[in-house]
């Protein structure tokens, strides 16, 4: 079945990076999309960009351009790992980011979610 | 800047019905808003409910179902079980970009 595994929690500074995790297995990577969201404590969701495994092709949110990255790194042929990194981190970062398999507009499968957590 | 709106909360008694909806500050919700719902329990990740609008996941109980209704994406839910009190978030495409709803708090009593 599919699965999302993303990596444990994390703390940072302020102005420092931090890079998550989401190993998916269960199904054809190529075909899927991801995408990674992000809930404040106590808040809603925001949406923070999209990866297109088959290409690498990336879509990012407008309030993240130039301080998020998104990569996949294909190593087995029955899991890949996709990963986001977000730079110049600030308090507001602090988060619960989510990985979230989505396609052709369709949002299926999350991670279960990693806490980030930014202070100094 | 798009913004979603959903009811901040709603309450329904145990077998009855509930419908929450999902509005766009840029106009009507549409297919093309190819809005999506999920639930949420308290900290847990989302589970995806519906997509495009109207169409279930294998795993969605029968129980739930999505509508496009006077310009909204509506949320039903016929037969509550009190495992449906949960936080229901729609997420709409808008502009490029995928927007969440604020969520319903459903509390079921």
């Known amino acids: 079945q599919v699965q999302l595994v993303q990596s444990g929690t994390e703390v940072k500074r302020p102005g420092a990076s931090v890079k998550v995790s989401c190993k998916a297995s269960?199904?054809?990577?190529?075909?899927?999309?991801i995408s990674w969201v992000r809930q404040a404590p106590g808040q809603g969701f925001e949406w923070m960009g999209h990866?297109?495994?088959?290409?690498?092709?990336?879509?990012?949110?407008q309030k993240f351009q130039g301080r998020l990255t998104m990569t996949t790194d294909t190593s087995t042929t029955s899991t890949t790992t996709f990963y986001i990194e977000l730079r110049s981190l600030r308090s507001d970062d602090t988060a619960v980011y989510y990985c979230?398999?989505?396609?052709?507009?369709?949002?299926?499968?999350w991670g279960q979610g990693t806490l980030v957590t930014v202070s100094s | 800047q798009t913004v979603v709106t959903q009811e901040p909360s709603l309450t329904v008694s145990p077998g009855g019905t509930v419908t929450l909806t999902c509005t766009s500050n840029t106009g009507a919700v549409t297919s093309s808003s190819y809005p999506n719902w999920f639930q949420q329990n308290p900290g847990q990740a989302p589970r995806a409910l519906i997509y495009s609008a109207t169409n279930k996941h294998s795993w969605t109980p029968a129980r739930f179902s999505g509508s496009l209704l006077g310009g909204k994406a509506a949320l039903t839910l016929s037969g509550v079980q009190s495992e449906d009190e949960a936080e229901y978030y729609c997420?709409?495409?808008?502009?490029?970009?995928?927007?969440f709803g604020g969520g319903t708090k459903l509390t079921v009593l």
């Open positions: 990866i297109n495994p088959y290409n690498g092709f990336t879509d990012y949110a």
């Open positions: 997420l709409l495409y808008s502009g490029g970009s995928w927007v």
């Open positions: 269960g199904y054809t990577f190529t075909s899927f999309g």
């Open positions: 979230a398999r989505d396609h052709d507009y369709v949002w299926g499968s």
